[in-house]
Protein backbone atom coordinates (compact mmCIF):
# COMPACT_ATOMS: atom_id res chain seq x y z
CA UNK A 1 0.00 0.00 0.00
CA UNK A 2 1.48 3.44 -1.07
CA UNK A 3 0.19 6.81 -0.26
CA UNK A 4 1.80 9.27 -2.62
CA UNK A 5 2.39 12.52 -0.93
CA UNK A 6 4.20 14.78 -3.05
CA UNK A 7 1.41 15.09 -5.84
CA UNK A 8 -1.45 16.19 -2.37
CA UNK A 9 1.46 18.25 -0.94
CA UNK A 10 1.61 20.59 -3.83
CA UNK A 11 -1.99 19.79 -4.17
CA UNK A 12 -2.38 21.74 -1.06
CA UNK A 13 -0.65 24.75 -1.76
CA UNK A 14 -2.57 26.03 -4.77
CA UNK A 15 -6.19 24.40 -3.85
CA UNK A 16 -9.20 25.58 -1.90
CA UNK A 17 -9.11 23.20 1.31
CA UNK A 18 -12.44 21.47 0.17
CA UNK A 19 -11.00 20.52 -2.50
CA UNK A 20 -7.44 19.79 -1.05
CA UNK A 21 -9.45 17.49 1.52
CA UNK A 22 -11.52 15.75 -0.94
CA UNK A 23 -8.15 14.80 -2.79
CA UNK A 24 -6.56 13.45 0.29
CA UNK A 25 -9.68 11.33 0.75
CA UNK A 26 -9.85 10.18 -2.61
CA UNK A 27 -5.74 9.20 -2.77
CA UNK A 28 -6.06 7.39 1.08
CA UNK A 29 -9.09 5.44 0.11
CA UNK A 30 -7.32 3.93 -3.06
CA UNK A 31 -4.92 2.66 -0.73
CA UNK A 32 -7.17 1.62 1.56
CA UNK A 33 -8.77 -0.61 -1.53
CA UNK A 34 -5.63 -2.39 -1.26
CA UNK A 35 -7.47 -4.13 1.21
CA UNK A 36 -10.79 -4.01 0.51
CA UNK A 37 -10.78 -4.84 -3.02
CA UNK A 38 -13.00 -7.52 -2.30
CA UNK A 39 -15.76 -5.51 -0.67
CA UNK A 40 -16.76 -2.88 -4.09
CA UNK A 41 -18.39 -0.66 -1.45
CA UNK A 42 -17.20 -1.06 2.07
CA UNK A 43 -16.87 1.44 4.39
CA UNK A 44 -12.86 1.89 3.49
CA UNK A 45 -14.71 3.31 0.17
CA UNK A 46 -13.67 6.84 0.00
CA UNK A 47 -16.22 9.24 -0.42
CA UNK A 48 -16.13 11.85 -3.68
CA UNK A 49 -17.29 15.30 -3.45
CA UNK A 50 -19.09 16.49 -6.52
CA UNK A 51 -21.89 19.16 -7.13
CA UNK A 52 -24.49 17.61 -9.17
CA UNK A 53 -24.36 18.73 -12.72
CA UNK A 54 -27.45 20.62 -14.24
CA UNK A 55 -26.81 18.08 -17.24
CA UNK A 56 -28.09 15.16 -15.14
CA UNK A 57 -31.14 13.72 -15.43
CA UNK A 58 -33.89 13.44 -12.92
CA UNK A 59 -35.40 9.61 -13.84
CA UNK A 60 -34.83 7.09 -11.52
CA UNK A 61 -31.48 5.98 -10.79
CA UNK A 62 -30.60 2.52 -11.13
CA UNK A 63 -29.74 0.36 -7.99
CA UNK A 64 -26.31 0.44 -6.78
CA UNK A 65 -26.53 -3.19 -7.09
CA UNK A 66 -27.29 -3.67 -10.43
CA UNK A 67 -25.52 -1.25 -11.91
CA UNK A 68 -21.78 -3.05 -10.37
CA UNK A 69 -23.03 -6.73 -10.91
CA UNK A 70 -24.55 -6.46 -14.59
CA UNK A 71 -21.68 -5.31 -16.33
CA UNK A 72 -19.83 -5.86 -19.94
CA UNK A 73 -15.85 -5.58 -19.30
CA UNK A 74 -14.46 -8.52 -21.37
CA UNK A 75 -11.37 -8.36 -19.75
CA UNK A 76 -12.68 -10.21 -16.95
CA UNK A 77 -14.98 -12.51 -18.74
CA UNK A 78 -17.78 -12.22 -21.38
CA UNK A 79 -20.99 -13.23 -18.75
CA UNK A 80 -22.26 -10.22 -17.20
CA UNK A 81 -21.63 -11.50 -12.90
CA UNK A 82 -18.00 -11.86 -14.18
CA UNK A 83 -16.36 -8.64 -14.14
CA UNK A 84 -18.08 -8.04 -10.61
CA UNK A 85 -16.81 -11.56 -9.80
CA UNK A 86 -13.19 -10.96 -10.99
CA UNK A 87 -12.00 -7.80 -11.10
CA UNK A 88 -11.15 -6.75 -7.59
CA UNK A 89 -7.98 -8.88 -9.00
CA UNK A 90 -6.87 -5.21 -10.64
CA UNK A 91 -4.23 -2.91 -8.83
CA UNK A 92 -5.50 1.24 -9.71
CA UNK A 93 -2.93 2.42 -8.14
CA UNK A 94 -0.58 3.87 -8.82
CA UNK A 95 -2.17 4.70 -12.33
CA UNK A 96 -0.21 5.98 -15.41
CA UNK A 97 -1.69 7.49 -18.38
CA UNK A 98 0.43 8.09 -21.56
CA UNK A 99 -0.88 11.00 -23.78
CA UNK A 100 0.57 10.92 -27.12
CA UNK A 101 0.37 12.06 -30.92
CA UNK A 102 -0.71 15.61 -31.74
CA UNK A 103 -0.67 17.74 -28.55
CA UNK A 104 2.17 20.08 -27.42
CA UNK A 105 2.39 18.37 -23.94
CA UNK A 106 3.07 14.83 -24.47
CA UNK A 107 3.84 12.81 -21.73
CA UNK A 108 3.29 10.02 -19.47
CA UNK A 109 1.14 10.98 -16.67
CA UNK A 110 0.38 10.04 -12.80
CA UNK A 111 -3.58 10.31 -13.04
CA UNK A 112 -4.08 12.43 -10.16
CA UNK A 113 -1.58 15.09 -11.85
CA UNK A 114 -3.60 14.95 -15.31
CA UNK A 115 -6.73 15.74 -13.39
CA UNK A 116 -5.52 17.64 -10.37
CA UNK A 117 -7.82 20.96 -9.48
CA UNK A 118 -10.56 20.25 -12.07
CA UNK A 119 -13.99 20.19 -9.84
CA UNK A 120 -15.68 17.01 -9.59
CA UNK A 121 -19.14 16.67 -11.06
CA UNK A 122 -21.98 14.26 -10.41
CA UNK A 123 -23.69 13.59 -13.97
CA UNK A 124 -27.10 11.57 -13.66
CA UNK A 125 -26.88 9.64 -17.01
CA UNK A 126 -28.73 7.68 -19.02
CA UNK A 127 -26.41 4.74 -20.84
CA UNK A 128 -28.07 2.75 -23.20
CA UNK A 129 -25.68 -0.81 -24.37
CA UNK A 130 -26.19 -1.75 -28.10
CA UNK A 131 -27.52 -5.19 -26.16
CA UNK A 132 -30.63 -3.44 -25.46
CA UNK A 133 -31.04 -2.60 -21.99
CA UNK A 134 -30.10 0.48 -20.26
CA UNK A 135 -29.39 1.84 -16.61
CA UNK A 136 -29.55 5.78 -15.23
CA UNK A 137 -26.13 6.33 -13.30
CA UNK A 138 -24.68 9.20 -11.24
CA UNK A 139 -21.47 8.74 -12.24
CA UNK A 140 -18.58 11.05 -10.70
CA UNK A 141 -16.65 12.89 -13.32
CA UNK A 142 -14.65 15.31 -15.12
CA UNK A 143 -15.29 16.98 -18.38
CA UNK A 144 -12.83 15.27 -20.82
CA UNK A 145 -12.42 18.57 -22.48
CA UNK A 146 -10.80 20.12 -19.42
CA UNK A 147 -8.15 17.05 -19.58
CA UNK A 148 -7.93 17.47 -23.24
CA UNK A 149 -7.15 21.28 -23.00
CA UNK A 150 -4.08 20.27 -20.74
CA UNK A 151 -2.92 18.23 -23.02
CA UNK A 152 -3.06 21.14 -25.80
CA UNK A 153 -3.94 19.56 -28.58
CA UNK A 154 -2.37 20.54 -31.95
CA UNK A 155 -4.66 22.33 -34.94
CA UNK A 156 -4.15 19.24 -37.03
CA UNK A 157 -5.98 17.03 -34.18
CA UNK A 158 -8.88 15.38 -35.53
CA UNK A 159 -9.85 12.25 -33.49
CA UNK A 160 -9.08 11.01 -29.47
CA UNK A 161 -8.02 7.78 -29.37
CA UNK A 162 -8.24 5.73 -25.93
CA UNK A 163 -6.93 2.37 -24.78
CA UNK A 164 -7.40 -0.22 -22.22
CA UNK A 165 -4.37 -1.38 -19.90
CA UNK A 166 -3.31 -5.15 -20.95
CA UNK A 167 -2.35 -6.78 -17.49
CA UNK A 168 -3.19 -10.55 -18.19
CA UNK A 169 -1.60 -11.38 -14.76
CA UNK A 170 -4.91 -9.21 -13.28
CA UNK A 171 -7.20 -9.31 -16.08
CA UNK A 172 -7.78 -13.19 -16.54
CA UNK A 173 -10.30 -12.83 -19.73
CA UNK A 174 -7.00 -11.58 -21.19
CA UNK A 175 -5.51 -15.20 -20.55
CA UNK A 176 -6.31 -18.49 -22.19
CA UNK A 177 -6.99 -20.01 -25.35
CA UNK A 178 -10.84 -18.70 -25.77
CA UNK A 179 -10.05 -14.28 -25.52
CA UNK A 180 -13.23 -12.40 -26.38
CA UNK A 181 -11.75 -9.02 -28.15
CA UNK A 182 -8.04 -8.52 -29.58
CA UNK A 183 -6.09 -6.36 -26.70
CA UNK A 184 -5.83 -3.59 -25.91
CA UNK A 185 -9.33 -2.71 -26.16
CA UNK A 186 -9.69 0.46 -27.85
CA UNK A 187 -11.81 3.54 -28.98
CA UNK A 188 -12.61 6.54 -30.36
CA UNK A 189 -14.80 9.63 -30.94
CA UNK A 190 -13.97 12.55 -33.31
CA UNK A 191 -11.97 15.68 -31.62
CA UNK A 192 -15.84 17.41 -31.22
CA UNK A 193 -17.54 14.81 -30.06
CA UNK A 194 -14.71 14.41 -27.25
CA UNK A 195 -14.87 18.21 -26.41
CA UNK A 196 -18.70 18.38 -25.85
CA UNK A 197 -19.55 19.21 -22.73
CA UNK A 198 -21.64 16.06 -21.73
CA UNK A 199 -18.22 14.06 -22.42
CA UNK A 200 -16.64 12.77 -19.15
CA UNK A 201 -14.14 11.07 -17.89
CA UNK A 202 -15.69 9.27 -15.08
CA UNK A 203 -13.43 8.44 -11.40
CA UNK A 204 -16.54 7.49 -9.38
CA UNK A 205 -20.19 6.43 -9.02
CA UNK A 206 -23.04 6.96 -6.05
CA UNK A 207 -20.63 9.33 -4.88
CA UNK A 208 -17.73 6.83 -4.19
CA UNK A 209 -14.53 6.26 -6.22
CA UNK A 210 -15.32 3.69 -9.01
CA UNK A 211 -15.58 -0.14 -8.60
CA UNK A 212 -12.80 -2.26 -10.89
CA UNK A 213 -15.60 -3.52 -12.59
CA UNK A 214 -17.47 0.02 -13.74
CA UNK A 215 -13.46 0.66 -15.11
CA UNK A 216 -11.75 1.80 -11.91
CA UNK A 217 -9.61 4.23 -11.90
CA UNK A 218 -11.17 6.54 -15.32
CA UNK A 219 -13.19 5.46 -17.87
CA UNK A 220 -15.06 7.24 -20.63
CA UNK A 221 -18.72 7.79 -20.45
CA UNK A 222 -20.40 9.69 -24.33
CA UNK A 223 -24.07 9.21 -22.79
CA UNK A 224 -25.53 9.72 -26.31
CA UNK A 225 -23.65 6.55 -27.64
CA UNK A 226 -23.93 2.68 -27.33
CA UNK A 227 -22.38 1.58 -23.83
CA UNK A 228 -19.41 0.73 -25.72
CA UNK A 229 -18.22 3.67 -26.31
CA UNK A 230 -17.54 3.87 -23.08
CA UNK A 231 -13.78 2.55 -22.64
CA UNK A 232 -12.53 1.66 -18.91
CA UNK A 233 -9.40 1.55 -17.53
CA UNK A 234 -8.12 3.95 -19.49
CA UNK A 235 -4.43 4.07 -19.97
CA UNK A 236 -3.42 6.03 -23.05
CA UNK A 237 -4.99 9.11 -25.10
CA UNK A 238 -3.68 9.58 -27.88
CA UNK A 239 -4.79 12.75 -30.78
CA UNK A 240 -4.89 11.72 -34.32
CA UNK A 241 -5.36 12.68 -37.65
CA UNK A 242 -7.23 9.80 -38.90
CA UNK A 243 -9.92 8.02 -37.18
CA UNK A 244 -8.80 5.35 -34.97
CA UNK A 245 -9.62 1.87 -34.64
CA UNK A 246 -12.64 0.41 -32.04
CA UNK A 247 -12.61 -2.61 -30.95
CA UNK A 248 -15.92 -3.51 -31.72
CA UNK A 249 -15.68 -2.49 -35.79
CA UNK A 250 -12.21 -4.41 -36.12
CA UNK A 251 -14.02 -7.54 -34.34
CA UNK A 252 -17.19 -7.26 -36.35
CA UNK A 253 -17.23 -3.70 -39.00
CA UNK A 254 -21.08 -4.74 -40.36
CA UNK A 255 -22.47 -4.70 -36.96
CA UNK A 256 -20.45 -1.99 -35.03
CA UNK A 257 -19.85 1.24 -36.63
CA UNK A 258 -17.10 4.32 -35.76
CA UNK A 259 -20.14 6.68 -34.04
CA UNK A 260 -22.16 4.17 -32.51
CA UNK A 261 -24.60 6.96 -31.77
CA UNK A 262 -28.03 5.47 -30.31
CA UNK A 263 -30.50 5.20 -33.09
CA UNK A 264 -33.70 3.53 -32.50
CA UNK A 265 -33.99 3.71 -36.76
CA UNK A 266 -30.81 1.85 -37.58
CA UNK A 267 -31.38 -1.94 -36.76
CA UNK A 268 -28.25 -3.70 -35.57
CA UNK A 269 -27.86 -6.38 -38.59
CA UNK A 270 -28.98 -9.33 -36.13
CA UNK A 271 -31.74 -7.26 -34.08
CA UNK A 272 -33.88 -4.32 -33.73
CA UNK A 273 -32.53 -0.89 -31.72
CA UNK A 274 -36.25 0.51 -31.49
CA UNK A 275 -36.71 -0.42 -27.65
CA UNK A 276 -34.89 -1.30 -24.45
CA UNK A 277 -35.41 -2.54 -20.89
CA UNK A 278 -34.64 -0.59 -18.01
CA UNK A 279 -32.30 -2.68 -15.35
CA UNK A 280 -33.23 -2.17 -11.84
CA UNK A 281 -34.20 -4.38 -9.41
CA UNK A 282 -38.12 -4.02 -8.33
CA UNK A 283 -37.63 0.08 -7.44
CA UNK A 284 -40.89 1.40 -9.58
CA UNK A 285 -40.72 3.80 -12.63
CA UNK A 286 -38.98 1.74 -16.09
CA UNK A 287 -36.68 -0.57 -14.19
CA UNK A 288 -37.49 -4.29 -13.22
CA UNK A 289 -36.21 -7.71 -14.76
CA UNK A 290 -39.66 -8.41 -16.62
CA UNK A 291 -40.47 -4.26 -17.36
CA UNK A 292 -41.89 -3.64 -20.36
CA UNK A 293 -39.49 -2.34 -22.77
CA UNK A 294 -39.77 1.18 -23.90
CA UNK A 295 -38.81 2.99 -26.68
CA UNK A 296 -35.64 4.32 -27.32
CA UNK A 297 -34.83 8.07 -28.16
CA UNK A 298 -32.45 9.09 -30.93
CA UNK A 299 -29.19 9.91 -29.62
CA UNK A 300 -30.53 8.41 -26.15
CA UNK A 301 -32.51 11.87 -25.77
CA UNK A 302 -29.67 14.12 -26.00
CA UNK A 303 -30.38 15.05 -29.15
CA UNK A 304 -31.27 18.68 -28.23
CA UNK A 305 -27.77 18.87 -27.06
CA UNK A 306 -25.70 16.65 -29.93
CA UNK A 307 -27.69 16.76 -32.79
CA UNK A 308 -25.78 19.54 -34.12
CA UNK A 309 -22.42 17.74 -34.19
CA UNK A 310 -23.97 15.36 -37.03
CA UNK A 311 -25.48 17.98 -39.44
CA UNK A 312 -25.32 17.15 -42.96
CA UNK A 313 -24.03 12.92 -42.04
CA UNK A 314 -26.22 10.35 -43.12
CA UNK A 315 -26.71 8.30 -40.06
CA UNK A 316 -27.44 4.81 -41.72
CA UNK A 317 -24.31 5.22 -43.53
CA UNK A 318 -22.09 6.73 -40.37
CA UNK A 319 -23.87 4.49 -37.83
N1 LIG B 1 -12.04 -2.04 -21.61
C1 LIG B 1 -13.33 -2.29 -21.81
N2 LIG B 1 -14.19 -1.26 -21.76
C2 LIG B 1 -15.52 -1.51 -21.96
C3 LIG B 1 -16.00 -2.81 -22.25
C4 LIG B 1 -15.05 -3.86 -22.28
O1 LIG B 1 -15.37 -5.04 -22.51
N3 LIG B 1 -13.73 -3.56 -22.04
N4 LIG B 1 -17.35 -3.02 -22.48
C5 LIG B 1 -18.13 -1.85 -22.94
C6 LIG B 1 -19.57 -2.09 -22.96
S1 LIG B 1 -20.17 -3.11 -24.19
C7 LIG B 1 -20.44 -1.46 -22.12
S2 LIG B 1 -22.14 -1.62 -22.28
C8 LIG B 1 -19.94 -0.61 -21.00
C9 LIG B 1 -20.55 -1.07 -19.69
O2 LIG B 1 -20.19 -0.23 -18.64
P1 LIG B 1 -20.72 -0.56 -17.16
O3 LIG B 1 -20.36 -1.97 -16.88
O4 LIG B 1 -20.05 0.42 -16.26
O5 LIG B 1 -22.22 -0.38 -17.21
O6 LIG B 1 -18.52 -0.66 -20.88
C10 LIG B 1 -17.82 -0.60 -22.12
N5 LIG B 1 -16.40 -0.44 -21.89
MO1 LIG C 1 -22.48 -2.62 -24.39
Known amino acids: MIIRRPP ?5 EITPKSVYLRRREFLGGAAALGVAAALPFGPA ?4 TAAKSPFSTDEPQTPLKDVTSYNNFYEFGTDKDDPAKNAHTLTTTPWKIKADG ?3 KPA ?7 IKDIALEERIYRMRCVEGWSMVIPWVGIPLASVLKRLEPQSSAKYVAFETLVRPSEMPGQKGLFQALPWPYVEGLRLDEAMH ?3 ILAIGLYGEKLPNQNGAPVRLVVPWKYGFKSIKSIVRISLTDSQPKISW ?3 NAREY ?4 N ?3 DVSHPRWSQATERRIGGSTGGLGGLFAKRHPTLIFNGYGDQVAKLYDGMDLKKNF
Open 108 to 114: EYDLDDL
Open 8 to 12: DIRAS
Open 45 to 48: WAAL
Open 249 to 251: EVA
Open 102 to 104: LID
Open 257 to 260: GFYS
Open 262 to 264: VNP
Open 197 to 199: PLT
